[in-house]
């Protein structure tokens, strides 16, 4: 058996320390991944930051991170999709609250991932690329085709697919979550109109979106708008701080599906905004909260995203096990956004925390092992 080294989180506001963790053998329908790459993101420095604020059922110490990519060691009862040897990505869902358990965290050496969350990875891609995706692409999928959320129809396979003449915004179009909402819609037959700022324009065409706008203009909501016109909306997805808002005030003006799926939670209306830390906690505590938000959203239904809930709901299984191999192997699916890795080794973690938490543009922290 390996012996295995994690970056345990050991409290609220304390740095990663690397040390022996136990290696656990999968389960049924489980595999083993030794892990290659693995990405960062703001979930991770916000449970160092917040504690109990953030996955309050965790208790320390805990080995906490979702997105992986490596090499399968091992595969349990019932596993009949890989075997040892294959080169994977996968959600680690350690951090969920029905598993709970540090053996499938993301920041260790080996991470017992389950088999209907994790694609195998064609050899040209390479495991820092593939890395950047599970969090972003899980909660995009979420989004977009839970039956709670968007509820739109799933990616197809054909190149290019039938379209269903609707349109989605995607708010925030380069961050890691909106490069992955772009794909799935496209591939699922959608128009998106997205924003960034203008020097991700690019980027985002690249992906598919056919029309972008700059958050940062003074205009933008209205520049939309107009964009919209002529056009029925499949809804949208908000990501980024004030792009709620900024969503609700289009959709106001759209014809068509009247939903609104949030990444970000809405900066709560004033005399609140002041109190930043008020702020964070409706952040997390959303799921609560929701709902008050209900005369705020002008009659547009609004819902939080948990980027994990794909897991039981076939949502997961459609992405991991049907779209993603097909999409990746033939190149119709692009690993964004760009890995930018920050070092090398468990130890580098923590820095990788620090790095995202002072900001990227359309590029994901990652730490190669
Ligand atoms: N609910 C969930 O389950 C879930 C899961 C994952 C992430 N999230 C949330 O989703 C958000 C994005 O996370 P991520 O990991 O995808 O982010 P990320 O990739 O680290 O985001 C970086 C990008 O954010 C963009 N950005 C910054 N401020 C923005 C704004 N006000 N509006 C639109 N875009 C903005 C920047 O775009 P430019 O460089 O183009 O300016 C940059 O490219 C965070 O709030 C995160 O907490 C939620």
Not at 93 to 118: C, P, R, W
Not at 304 to 319: A, D, E, R
Not at 326 to 346: F, H, S
Request: proline fraction near 6%.
């Amino acid at each position: 058996m390996p012996s295995n080294a994690a970056a345990w989180l050991d409290g609220p506001k304390t740095p990663l320390e690397v040390r022996a963790a136990p290696y656990t053998s999968p389960g049924e329908n489980e595999i083993v991944v030794k892990n290659a790459a693995l990405a960062i993101n703001p979930v991770d420095y916000l449970k160092q930051d917040l504690g109990r604020m953030v996955y309050s059922w965790i208790k320390y110490p805990f080995v906490i991170g979702t997105d992986i990519a490596g090499e399968v060691v091992e595969v349990g009862p019932g596993v009949t999709r890989f075997k040892t040897g294959d080169r994977v990505v996968s959600l680690a869902i350690g951090t969920m609250e029905e598993y709970n358990a540090s053996a499938k965290g993301a920041f260790q050496q080996y991470t017992v991932a389950l088999d209907h969350m994790t694609s195998p990875i064609p050899s040209n891609i390479s495991y820092e690329m593939a890395s950047v995706l599970p969090l972003g692409l899980s909660t995009a999928a979420c989004s977009l085709f839970q039956k709670d959320q968007l509820g739109l129809d799933y990616p197809s396979d054909s190149s290019p697919p039938e379209s269903s003449k609707k349109t989605l915004l995607v708010w925030g179009g380069s961050t890691s979550v909106g490069s992955n909402a772009i794909q799935l819609a496209v591939a699922a037959g959608y128009e998106v109109i997205t924003t960034a700022s203008s020097k991700n324009f690019d980027n985002v065409k690249k992906l598919g979106a056919s029309q972008v706008f700059d958050y940062n203009s003074k205009t933008v909501v209205s520049d939309i708008i107009r964009a919209f016109k002529d056009k029925k909306t499949a809804g949208a997805i908000s990501i980024g701080q004030g792009s709620a808002e900024a969503c609700l005030d289009i959709l106001h003006e759209c014809e068509g599906d009247m939903f609104l799926s949030m990444a970000t939670f809405p900066t709560p209306p004033k005399p609140y905004k002041s109190f930043v830390l008020l702020r964070t906690v409706l952040h997390i505590a959303s799921r609560l909260l929701t709902n008050s938000f209900t005369a705020w959203s002008r009659g547009i239904q609004t819902k939080f995203i948990f980027g994990y809930s794909l897991v039981n709901n076939g949502v997961g299984k459609m992405i991991f096990e049907e779209f993603m191999p097909k999409a990746l192997a033939e190149g119709r699916y692009i690993t964004a956004p760009e890995p930018y890795v920050v070092g090398n080794g468990l130890k580098d973690i923590q820095r990788g925390f620090d790095t995202l938490k002072k900001g990227v543009s359309a590029k994901k922290v990652v730490i190669t092992l």
